[in-house]
């Protein structure tokens, strides 16, 4: 049997959630490279799962920026937050090759202040997707995407 979209979501926004533990536990613990990479992988997971609520049968791609534009369609509010989040796509891939990074490595590149602003942007639009699905009423202290 075939899931609704908003149980697809869902199911996409919980492996979202998950990833989000851990990528707050590596910002931590000292796993800044991965932790930004992560985040970039809660944010798209996140906007995907926004879009297969909305009924969206196959939702490809890896770009925050593409997938925020998408969902703007449904909700327009997500518009002035594509700017502000697209910076996560800048840790798809160089946080996990050396040869995206001249003459280092990313376990080098990458510190503490930097994945825990990846961090904090992915819990953003993991809030912001929780809201639009109705499965959060408010944001916690010190969170602003609100629908």
């Known amino acids: 049997m075939r899931r609704s979209p908003l149980d697809e979501g869902r199911r996409w926004l919980e492996q ?16 800044y490279h991965i932790a930004c990479f992560l ?13 297969y609520a909305q ?14 534009r998408d969902a703007a369609r449904w909700e327009p509010r ?6 502000r989040w697209a910076v996560l796509d800048s840790y798809y891939v160089p946080t996990r090759y050396p040869n995206s990074l001249p003459d ?5 590149v990458y510190t503490r202040d930097v994945a825990r ?3 904090r942007m992915a819990e ?6 929780q809201k639009c699905l109705g499965l959060r009423e408010t944001a916690p202290s010190g969170e602003d995407p609100s629908p």
């Open 16 to 31: 979202a959630e998950e990833d989000l533990r851990w990528a707050k536990h590596l910002a931590r613990r000292g796993g």
């Open 39 to 51: 985040a970039q992988q809660v944010g798209e997971k996140a906007l995907k799962a926004f879009l």
């Open 55 to 68: 009924g969206e049968e196959v939702v490809l791609g890896h770009s925050i920026e593409r997938l925020c």
């Open 78 to 83: 997500l518009n002035q937050y594509v700017t």
């Open 104 to 108: 280092s490595i990313p376990a080098r």
């Open 117 to 119: 602003q990846a961090v």
């Open 124 to 129: 953003e639009i993991v809030t912001f997707v």
